[in-house]
């Protein structure tokens, strides 16, 4: 245990935060909650005065109540005289919104919310998989945007050793902006001496929905792994997934690093052709069981892997001693 570390568990995360501090110290002793008014409230149980700090919170949904809590304890933190204070926040809420589409009158929340994790009094942000790796200029401080592309080829090593593959896999990039990401984690793969890849090309007709329009590289005969870093509502996934059957595909398979999985994502998932769905615990799965269709969903098609808040330790363990943070994940 180190004395001068404290790691603070915010509410989305829970377990995440757990894992993060069993390395380093015990969970600094916070109270949290609503007033009745629907404010929320914060307060340290424990002195962190020269501290350095690491809050926890992923900013999954509810997204809002996510962020004012971190901002919220951030504010906390500073104020109780923290040395320093570290965000970890896995999953990085608001990042699709990073530029105006289309020349419409809206805003870029993606540098907003960048501005107001600053203002907070925050030094330093860790998060995994940006949705665009350049919305890192949003931030005027320090920042560690962890790629999954190691942990995303590990699992593809997994799946061609395990012999489930019916054929040769071939990765997938779901458009033209994942064709980089898709590339690094073919050259990681090791159970195969080369990794084809394919790319999708897709439209979005409005947030959410896209259209399948072409597939760039030969998908016949092929089990294909579409590689994201995303899955949301699903929908453009499981489009995506029939295309590729419909153009010879023998298996579907898709690799996803944040399991956002909202609206009917659940129902989409176990009416598609996708045979299975990896995802990180960047995002906490809450299932209830009395849910048929998503425990269905679960037990055939959805595995998590609890495998990124290690990476965090070990990012954190570099940042603390000075040394770089590539080791980790290149």
């Not at 072409?214 to 997934?241: Q, Y």
Request: hydrophobic share 40%; charged share 20%.
């Amino acid at each position: 245990m180190q004395s001068n570390i404290a790691v603070i568990g915010c509410s989305s995360h829970p377990e995440f935060a757990k894992t993060v501090a069993q390395r380093f110290t015990q969970l600094t002793e916070v109270i949290t909650g609503t007033f009745s008014d629907g404010e929320i409230r914060f307060e340290l149980n424990d002195t962190v005065r020269g501290k350095d700090v690491y809050i926890v919170q992923s900013l999954c949904a509810p997204v809002n109540d996510h962020v004012m809590e971190l901002l919220i304890a951030a504010d906390a933190v500073r104020r109780a005289g923290a040395d320093r204070i570290t965000a970890v926040v896995p999953y990085m809420g608001y990042a699709r919104q990073d530029r105006r589409a289309n020349d419409s009158r809206s805003p870029i929340t993606a540098r907003l919310l960048a501005k107001l994790i600053e203002t907070s009094g925050i030094n330093q942000l860790i998060t995994f998989d940006l949705h665009s790796p350049q919305s890192e200029g949003f931030f005027d401080i320090p920042i560690v945007n962890i790629p999954t592309p190691r942990i995303q080829a590990g699992i593809v090593d997994e799946l061609i050793a395990s012999g489930k593959l019916e054929t040769t896999p071939m990765l997938v990039s779901p458009d033209s902006g994942g064709v980089g990401r898709t590339q690094a984690v073919a050259r990681k793969v090791t159970k195969a001496e080369q990794i084809d890849m394919a790319i999708i090309d897709k439209r979005r007709s409005k947030p959410n929905e896209a259209s399948v329009f072409n597939i760039i590289g030969d998908v016949d005969g092929k089990t294909c792994i579409i590689v994201d870093d995303m899955v949301d509502t699903a929908g453009t996934l499981c489009k995506a997934a029939e295309a590729l059957v419909a153009q010879g595909a023998k298996q579907v398979l898709a690799l996803c690093t944040h399991g956002v999985l909202s609206g009917n994502a659940l129902e989409k998932l176990n009416n598609s052709v996708i045979e299975k769905l990896v995802i990180t615990d960047t995002i906490p799965q809450k299932i209830s069981t009395h849910d048929g269709e998503a425990m269905e969903a679960w037990e055939k098609i959805i595995e998590m892997r609890p495998v990124t808040a290690s990476y965090a330790q070990d990012v954190i363990l570099q940042i603390r001693s000075g040394a770089s943070t590539h080791a980790v994940y290149e």
